[in-house]
T-cell receptor, first 112, second 113 residues
Framework: QQQVKQSPQSLIVQKGGISIINCAYENTAFDYFPWYQQFPGKGPALLIAIRPDVSEKKEGRFTISFNKSAKQFSLHIMDSQPGDSATYFCAASSGSARQLTFGSGTQLTVLP | DAGVIQSPRHEVTEMGQEVTLRCKPISGHNSLFWYRQTMMRGLELLIYFNNNVPIDDSGMPEDRFSAKMPNASFSTLKIQPSEPRDSAVYFC???????????FGSGTRLTVV
């Protein structure tokens, strides 16, 4: 019940295209859904996050869509750039300490 | 702010040896988390502390793993004895209450041969 399932495992997109990564969860106690971006040799860094009281959040080229009834959320990267090439993790948390449960990750490659 | 500081960045050790990984959280953060990252299992939460007290260590894989947080500015993750299957990148993260400012360190890449 603690799992967060992420797909696809890898994604290749042309420069300027849209990258879409999907996640699903089971634990209805989760109330915070962040996305993390990780470059090789670095720790994950917070990219954007959403709470279940809204269905969409946009920050620049990055948008989270959230479907509470389906227990799914997704990351859309518009106008994808080669610099966006990284591993993306969805995550979910609950509780006062906000310990994160991560998805398995998506390795995104944006071709120039 | 220097962020979450982990040491060493890389550790190569022989099977059976004791390994100690270190973490200095961001000043003022009251929660500290240890994660392990492998290709097979992704990012796994091992243990977390709140105000220096271990709250949930259910992710610690075996009794060979132990973690301490003697004060608000330092934590260790110890593996004794180490085994090749412990090879992974170990991340420390810290945050303010309610997960504000959740920040990861750069990790320690552990190789057990």
């Amino acid at each position: 019940q603690q799992q967060v399932k992420q797909s696809p495992q890898s994604l290749i997109v042309q420069k300027g295209g849209i990258s879409i990564i999907n996640c699903a969860y089971e634990n209805t106690a989760f109330d915070y859904f962040p996305w993390y971006q990780q470059f090789p040799g670095k720790g994950p860094a917070l990219l954007i996050a959403i709470r279940p009281d809204v269905s969409e959040k946009k920050e620049g080229r990055f948008t989270i869509s959230f479907n509470k009834s389906a227990k799914q959320f997704s990351l859309h990267i518009m106008d994808s750039q080669p610099g966006d090439s990284a591993t993306y993790f969805c995550a979910a948390s609950s509780g006062s300490a906000r310990q994160l449960t991560f998805g398995s990750g998506t390795q995104l490659t944006v071709l120039p | 702010d220097a962020g979450v500081i982990q040491s060493p960045r890389h550790e190569v050790t022989e099977m059976g040896q004791e390994v100690t990984l270190r973490c200095k959280p961001i000043s003022g953060h009251n929660s500290l988390f240890w994660y392990r990252q492998t290709m097979m299992r992704g990012l796994e939460l091992l243990i977390y502390f709140n105000n220096n007290v271990p709250i949930d260590d259910s992710g610690m894989p075996e009794d060979r793993f132990s973690a301490k947080m003697p004060n608000a500015s330092f934590s260790t993750l110890k593996i004794q004895p180490s085994e090749p299957r412990d090879s992974a990148v170990y991340f420390c993260a810290s945050s303010f209450p309610q997960g504000r400012g959740y920040t990861f360190g750069s990790g320690t890449r552990l190789t057990v041969v």
